[in-house]
Structure formats: C-alpha cells, structure tokens
C-alpha cells in the first residue's frame, strides 16, 4: 500500500462528489454514474498524476489488483458513454488513485482517466519512447508527459488525442519522430 497522503483531504473529496454515484454491483464490481461526460472533467496538476503514477506503480509492484469498476458518463444529449476497467492491471491502478484521490469526485475522477490514457496512450505511440526510461521497478517519465497529460482534454472515449497531446509537449524537446499510421512497419 502507498503511502503517499491523499491529494485531496476527505472533506474536500466528500464537498465535491455530489455528481457521482457509486453503485456496487454482482461480485463486487463498482460502477460509477457520473453526470458528465469525459471531456468535461477538469484538467489536473502535473504534481498530482506524477503521485498518481508512484501510486499505482507501488500498487502494482505489490500486487494489490483492486476491483473491477465501471464509469457511466451522461452526455448532455442524456445518452451514455460507458467504460469498463476490467484489465487487472487498470483495476489496479485506478484503485490507487482512488486511495490518494478518490474517484468520486471531478478531481480524482479525472486523474484517475488521464492516468489510464496516458498509460493507454504510451503503449502505441512509437513517438513517446525517447520520454519514457524503462526500468526493473517500472517506467520514469519525461516531467512535459505529465505536463501534456494534466493539461490536455480527454475525448468522449475518455482517451487522448494523440494530435492534441503531441501539440502541448514541451516545445524544447525538439522535434519528435512522426506517428506512423496503424499497422505501418517503419
């Protein structure tokens, strides 16, 4: 268990979840109905999801998996975008940010998703290796990461755009190697 402390005190976390409810579901599942879509959670500090990765990465390494969670987004149109975290090692990672942040309110919902898409977003862009140092005990990432991932907004699928990432990196990396499209063996 981290042992980081919340980034949000419980009064702050509790003032702010009046827009998610979570629902417990068969077999302990959680679900998350949340009044917003995607795209309109808050942007987050770069300080906090760099805490969120720690987290989750000490999550990991001791192997506390978590739950299985579900997120039910209203759109404005009063449809739904639904996510499911199934993947063990999602489960696992949302679980830490949800002891360091709580994912019942907008802040720590949104660490939580940006956490998980660029994650997400790291495992297929070729572009981002020279930002990440593989390690034994994990990855360590380039600060303008963690930077671009705070400040960009999320789609409807509560992912990236990887064109709007890219454009908010640091302009002094210089320039990066250009996305190679799907399926492409350069």
Known sequence: MSRLRPILPLMEREAHSHFVRVDVVAGGALTY???VPPEALP????????????????????????TVRGFRFRRPDGSFTDLALADRDACCWAAAVDQIAGLTNAYGLSLCLRLLALIDLLAHARWAAPLCR??????E????LLHAAAATPLTAEARFDEIGFRSRLVPSLGKLP?????GSLA
Do not use: K
Not at 134 to 139: F, I
């Open 33 to 35: 109905v949340v009044d």
């Open 178 to 182: 250009v996305a190679q499209p799907a």
């Open 134 to 139: 593989l390690e034994r005990d994990g990855a």
């Open 141 to 144: 990432l380039h600060p303008s």
């Open 43 to 66: 942007q987050v500090q770069g300080r906090d999801l760099e805490r969120a990765w720690y987290a989750a990465r000490d999550a990991a390494m001791a192997a506390t998996w978590g």
